[in-house]
């Protein structure tokens, strides 16, 4: 298949051309003929499988191909962090460079003052993260009342983040039922929930399962006491020193820790976490983009939506809370078809969630050794006994677990035809 076969606009063609796009990935087939249609979307896609061309491309070819009687804001492209934002923003800019379509975009961190500006100007799509969204229509700087698209994107994220209510608000807020995409790397019961509630008459799609998303990305294990881990994640990333790595942690503290470490060995190193301001974050993931330091060390959400051309390693230094979060930070690595490699640094306190996360895939870890860095320790420990809890078991008949009382939708005002 290839772009033409969508019948996408001259100007759009040309743009995709300009990005190097040779064929439609997965995703991209399954889900553009369908947003082309105005279809409602629930798609679970790996992340670096393309999501973001899927939903923007036939968004912006519906404007170009339609007339509207208004000026109003007619896509929104809601995001949980201000990285993603950024380079959803960025690359709307380059699929619209050859038509008149207007995109901004708006997060945390900056003046309210200067978005409010922009924001009383004419804009076509609108990329937002949720927190600063719901600051605006809060002082009525912003109208959503006309909207005809919007998109949740990385929507299991914000809803880890809590983000409930601010995406309530924004629903509540559009008078007339839009089209609503929702596209997630992952399915779980949250998901499932804000489909049933929010989505109409949805196509769903599920470009891979969730034991099937890591097939491109060697998955090993080094069984280590906690006191080696720096010490044998610097020997990991001195072997591999043309490679780049992405080590996550799970605190600020422990990335700062990290960071210190490999710093003091001369390694090039590139820190980021929630204490850093918005400027510091953006010129770090820019450095590391630019490939001025070969290591980056994150936690989870400060990394959520980073997309890093040809990562070669991602490191668990510490074990992740969930599946979600382990799928999200494997992710970064093993790219659009390309094969990656993530490790894990497991010390006894952690095998059990190790287990979890074999179970809930359905894959084994290989296990990796080096001498001198506890070979035998897996040996002389238990393995644990996973729990299965009641819930896991629990048959569930719907999204709620009561197949007669569904979520409620919200109630819109009739559609009217806005086209001329």
């Known amino acids: 298949m290839q772009f033409t076969d969508f019948k996408l606009s001259k100007e759009l063609i040309k743009a995709i051309h300009s990005c190097n796009y040779s064929e439609p990935t997965q995703i991209q087939q399954k889900a553009i003929e369908h947003i082309l249609k105005k279809r409602d979307i629930q798609a679970i896609a790996p992340t670096g499988t393309g999501k973001t061309a899927a939903f923007c491309l036939p968004i912006i070819n519906n404007i170009l191909t339609q007339k509207y009687q208004d000026t109003n804001l007619k896509a929104l492209i809601l995001v949980p962090t201000k990285e993603l934002a950024l380079q959803i923003y960025e690359n709307i800019q380059q699929y619209t460079k050859y038509t008149s379509i207007k995109s901004e975009v708006i997060y945390g961190g900056a003046k309210m003052s200067a978005q409010i500006t922009k924001l009383q100007n004419h804009i076509?799509?609108?990329?937002?993260?949720?927190?600063?969204?719901s600051e605006h229509l809060k002082q009525k700087t912003i109208s959503l009342r006309n909207l005809e698209v919007l998109v949740l994107d990385e929507a299991d994220t914000m809803l880890d983040m809590g983000f409930i209510n601010e995406i309530d608000l924004v629903l509540s807020k559009i008078e007339y039922k839009p089209q609503i995409l929702l596209f997630s790397a992952t399915l779980g019961q949250s998901i499932k929930k804000l489909s049933d509630k929010i989505l109409n008459k949805a196509v769903c799609i599920n470009v891979d399962k969730e034991q099937k998303a890591t097939h491109k990305i060697n998955q090993g294990v080094y069984y280590i006491s906690k006191i080696q881990k720096n010490e044998l994640l610097s020997f990991i990333i001195a072997r591999a020193y043309k490679d780049r790595f992405i080590v996550f942690?799970?605190?600020?503290?422990?990335?700062?820790?990290?960071?210190?470490?490999?710093?003091?060995?001369?390694?090039?190193?590139?820190?980021?976490h929630g204490d850093l301001t918005q400027g510091a974050r953006l010129k770090a993931i820019k450095e590391f983009k630019q490939n001025k330091a070969q290591v980056l060390v994150a936690t989870d959400i400060s990394a959520r939506g980073i997309d890093i051309d040809s990562l070669e390693y991602v490191?668990?230094?510490d074990i992740p809370n969930s599946v979600d979060d382990y799928?999200?930070?494997?992710?970064?690595?093993?790219?659009?078809g390309k094969t990656g490699n993530a490790i894990s640094l497991i010390s006894p306190s952690e095998i059990y969630s190790?287990?979890?996360?074999?179970r809930k895939l359905n894959l084994k870890f290989k296990e990796l050794y080096e001498d001198?860095?506890?070979?035998?320790?897996?040996?002389k420990i238990k393995s644990p006994k996973i729990v299965i809890k009641k819930e896991e078991k629990r048959k569930v008949k719907g999204a709620f677990g009561n197949k007669k009382k569904g979520p409620k939708k919200k109630?819109?005002?009739?559609?009217?035809d806005r086209s001329v």
């Not at 942690?249 to 060995?265: I, N, P, S």
């Not at 190790?354 to 074999?358: F, P």
């Not at 001198?372 to 040996?379: A, H, I, R, V």
């Not at 109630?411 to 009217?416: D, E, L």
């Open 249 to 272: 942690t799970r605190t600020k503290q422990g990335a700062k820790e990290v960071y210190q470490y490999l710093k003091d060995y001369d390694i090039s190193v590139i820190c980021l």
């Open 315 to 317: 490191i668990n230094y």
């Open 411 to 416: 109630k819109y005002a009739t559609k009217r």
């Open 372 to 379: 001198g860095f506890n070979s035998d320790l897996k040996d």
């Open 327 to 336: 799928i999200h930070r494997i992710g970064r690595t093993g790219r659009a």
């Open 124 to 133: 076509d799509i609108l990329v937002a993260t949720t927190g600063r969204l």
């Open 354 to 358: 190790l287990k979890v996360i074999e």
